[in-house]
């Protein structure tokens, strides 16, 4: 029995990926719940691959259900079709798209076919990680790009100029007076 070894990458950053093993028999839903697991994602959402060419450019469609939506060709469902049926060359590749709405984008590339199964493993399975997952929901890590969505979440940049002036205590502001006497010029002892 064939054992398919396919490298997932996070399409915006390529360090950043999962090789997981799978049986050629086994179905592409199989791989749908690898990769989320992989990647610490929850499957709550939609979720399709698309066959690809050596340019990353999306064919044949292979969903997990048949979503509301025009097609051109109806697609393949992941349960019913395995994963060998649609492996056309030795580097085969696949593009994984998870929850329509953040549009998580994966890169999935065939890297080894073996015909010997691994007795330790269960398949699929994950043999490799490099790399930090990207945070699903943005709120893992406060660092680089995903900090922007706890910044919007929780509107962490709002009154960042005027730092301390909305509620609170308004000891460390000056009054009035001094404020308009700012404004016209008049010097207010060294402030």
């Known amino acids: 029995m064939a054992i398919l070894r396919f490298r997932v990458y996070f399409e915006e950053d390529d360090s950043v990926y999962r090789d997981i093993a799978i049986r050629h028999t086994q179905s592409f839903s199989d791989l749908h719940f690898t990769i989320l ?3 610490e994602f929850d499957n709550k959402h939609q979720a399709t691959f698309f066959r690809s060419n050596d340019n990353w450019e999306r064919g044949r469609e292979i969903s ?6 025009p097609y051109k060709v109806l697609p ?6 395995t994963i060998g049926s649609e ?4 580097n085969q590749k696949f593009i994984y798209v ?3 709405t953040r549009n998580w984008t994966f890169l999935v590339e ?4 073996s015909k ?5 493993l269960s398949y699929p399975a994950m043999v490799r990680t ?11 890590s406060l660092l680089g790009d995903r900090f922007v969505d706890v910044e919007e979440k929780y509107d962490l940049t709002k009154g960042v100029e005027g730092f301390g002036t909305e509620g609170g205590d308004d000891d460390d502001l000056g009054t009035e007076e001094e404020e308009e006497g700012t404004e016209n010029g008049e010097d207010l002892g060294g402030f």
Not at 110 to 113: A, D, G, M, R, T
Not at 130 to 140: C, D, L, M
């Open 130 to 140: 490099e790399g930090i997952a990207p945070s699903q929901y943005g709120t893992k």
């Open 64 to 69: 997990l259900e048949k979503y509301d939506r």
């Open 110 to 113: 065939l890297i080894n076919v």
């Open 116 to 120: 010997e199964e691994n007795p330790k």
């Open 37 to 39: 697991k992989s990647f």
């Open 87 to 90: 492996i056309r060359d030795p």
């Open 76 to 81: 393949l469902l992941m349960s019913e079709t």
């Open 98 to 100: 998870y929850d329509f």
